[in-house]
T-cell receptor, first 114, second 108 residues
Framework: GAGVSQSPSNKVTEKGKDVELRCDPI?????LYWYRQSLGQGLEFLIY????????KSGLPSDRFSAERTGGSVSTLTIQRTQQEDSAVYLC????????????FGQGTRLTVV | AQRVTQPEKLLSVFKGAPVELKCNYS??????LFWYVQYSRQRLQLLLR??SRESIKGFTADLNKGETSFHLKKPFAQEEDSAMYYC??????????FGAGTRLFVKA
């Protein structure tokens, strides 16, 4: 596609349920990022994939959060046993990964845990 | 530690007034710095990058390595500049971290 695509755009889930958020990056982009955007918290780095290298998971807030990237393209962010504090907009971005290139963002998935 | 600090959560100015959004960074290597903007109901998008030394929509930002700053400036704010602005630091490993953001509100 022409841009980064995320699905679903909105997700309401009950506390304790697992959720999966999907990201389709721009074709050819080797770098993929997940961020969390919370009111008053700004943009919080979660995880970063670059090519075939091991992902940088340093931003994942707890072991309930995990992400994978299959075939160097599509990525899935999974949140297990969701809590109300997980409610936020989850943003995915991709970039060429080489040189000072910009990151292109998806429209985000708004997650609401009730 | 790598860190981006935007000290102001909200900045409110009148139309036509100068605006400066502050950004300070902490990074031991050679930084690559960016400003991203998010207008209402739109995606986060790149505004400008320090390496290009460009002026976009009247905004400029100068990298000051001595002060580890990358403040965003515009001499005359416009109402359409109202948005959320994020300063970003890209490290040598290509990981990009963002500041907490500053909401700019330009009043008529």
């Amino acid at each position: 596609g022409a841009g980064v695509s995320q699905s679903p755009s909105n997700k309401v889930t009950e506390k304790g349920k697992d959720v999966e958020l999907r990201c389709d990056p721009i074709s050819g982009h080797t770098a993929l990022y997940w961020y969390r955007q919370s009111l008053g918290q700004g943009l919080e780095f979660l995880i970063y994939f670059q090519g075939n290298s091991a992902p940088d998971k340093s931003g994942l807030p707890s072991d309930r959060f995990s992400a994978e990237r299959t075939g160097g393209s599509v990525s899935t962010l999974t949140i297990q046993r969701t809590q109300q504090e997980d409610s936020a907009v989850y943003l995915c971005a991709s970039s060429l990964g080489l040189g000072p290139t910009e990151a292109f963002f998806g429209q985000g998935t708004r997650l609401t845990v009730v | 530690a790598q860190r981006v600090t935007q000290p102001e959560k909200l900045l409110s100015v009148f139309k036509g007034a100068p605006v400066e959004l502050k950004c300070n960074y902490s990074y031991s290597g050679s930084p690559e710095l960016f400003w991203y903007v998010q207008y209402s109901r739109q995606r986060l998008q790149l505004l400008l990058r320090h390496i290009s030394r460009e002026s976009i929509k009247g905004f400029t930002a100068d990298l000051n390595k001595g002060e580890t700053s990358f403040h965003l400036k515009k001499p005359f704010a416009q109402e359409e500049d109202s948005a959320m602005y994020y300063c970003a630091l890209r490290t040598g490993g290509f990981k990009t971290i963002f500041g907490a953001g500053t909401r700019l509100f330009v009043k008529a």
